[in-house]
C-alpha cells in the first residue's frame, strides 16, 4: 500500500513571497489533516478535510494560509505573503479507522 | 481543550537497557484514544503504540508497552532493550472519539548510547 505522498521535500523562500505544498493521501481515506511542526515542538493542527469540505480550521492563520481539496483527494496548502515565523516542516496526513498515517513532510525555511 | 504534557524535554538510554518516557493529559471526555509516535531524523511520523481509554489491559507491542493510568490521566511508554534505532522524537498524542484531529505532546527526543 502506497503511503502519503508530499511535495516538495524542502523548500527555501524570501519572506513575502507565495509558497504552495502538496499531498496525496492513501487511497480511500476521506479525512486529510494538514499540521504545522516548529523547530522542538509537537504539530499542531492547521486544518481538516473530510473528502473535500473542512470539517476545522479554526487554527489555520487565514489572512495568509489557504488550503483545498479539490475532488476530495490531492490537497494543496499555500502561504502568501510567507513570514519568517513560518519556517517549520509541515506535515500531510490521512486517516483510516483511528489511525493516522503521516507523509515525510516539507521543510519550510523563511529567509 | 484537550492538552498533553511531555515533561522530559530530553532523555538518553545505554543500550539493551529499560527507558520510560512519561505523558500526561488533560480531558473531560471519557471515550479517546492515546498514542505514541516516533519521529526519526528523516521526519516521517511512525505509530508506536496506541491505547483505546476504555480498555483497562496495558497496550504492548514488541519491545514496547505503556503504563495507561486512566484517573491519574498519564500514559507513559516503556521500550525495554534499547536499541540504536530507537533513537528519534517521541510524542504522546490524544485522539476523542469521532472525526477528530490528534493533539500532541511537544515531544521526548531520546539518544540510544552504544
Known amino acids: 500500500e502506497a503511503g502519503v505522498a508530499q511535495s516538495p521535500r524542502y523548500k527555501i523562500i524570501e519572506k513575502r513571497q507565495s509558497v504552495a505544498f502538496w499531498c496525496n493521501p492513501i487511497?480511500?481515506?476521506?479525512?486529510l489533516y494538514w499540521y504545522q511542526q516548529i523547530l522542538g515542538q509537537g504539530p499542531k493542527l492547521l486544518i481538516q478535510?473530510?473528502?473535500?469540505?473542512?470539517?476545522?480550521d479554526s487554527q489555520l492563520p487565514k489572512d495568509r494560509f489557504s488550503a483545498e481539496r479539490l475532488k476530495g483527494v490531492d490537497s494543496t496548502l499555500k502561504i502568501q505573503p510567507a513570514k519568517l515565523e513560518d519556517s517549520a516542516v509541515y506535515l500531510c496526513?490521512?486517516?483510516?479507522?483511528?489511525?493516522?498515517?503521516f507523509g515525510s513532510g516539507t521543510q519550510l525555511s523563511v529567509l | 481543550a484537550q492538552t498533553v504534557t511531555q515533561s522530559q524535554p530530553e532523555m538518553s538510554v545505554q543500550e539493551a537497557e529499560t527507558v520510560t518516557l512519561s505523558c500526561t493529559y488533560d480531558?473531560?471526555?471519557?471515550?479517546?484514544?492515546l498514542f505514541w509516535y516516533k519521529q526519526p531524523p528523516s521526519r516521517q511520523m511512525i505509530l508506536v503504540i496506541r491505547?483505546?481509554?476504555?480498555?483497562?489491559q496495558n497496550a504492548t507491542e514488541n519491545r514496547f508497552s505503556v503504563n495507561f493510568q486512566k484517573a491519574a490521566k498519564s500514559f507513559s511508554l516503556k521500550i525495554s532493550d534499547s536499541q540504536l534505532g530507537d533513537t528519534a522524537m517521541y510524542f504522546c498524542?490524544?485522539?476523542?472519539?469521532?472525526?477528530?484531529?490528534?493533539?500532541f505532546g511537544k515531544g521526548t527526543r531520546l539518544s540510544v548510547i552504544a
Open positions: 480531558t473531560s471526555e471519557n471515550n479517546y484514544y
Open positions: 491505547q483505546e481509554a476504555y480498555k483497562q
Open positions: 487511497s480511500g481515506h476521506a479525512t
Open positions: 496526513a490521512s486517516r483510516s479507522t483511528e489511525k493516522l498515517f
Open positions: 498524542a490524544f485522539m476523542m472519539w469521532g472525526n477528530t484531529p490528534l493533539v
Open positions: 478535510f473530510q473528502n473535500n469540505g473542512v470539517v476545522d
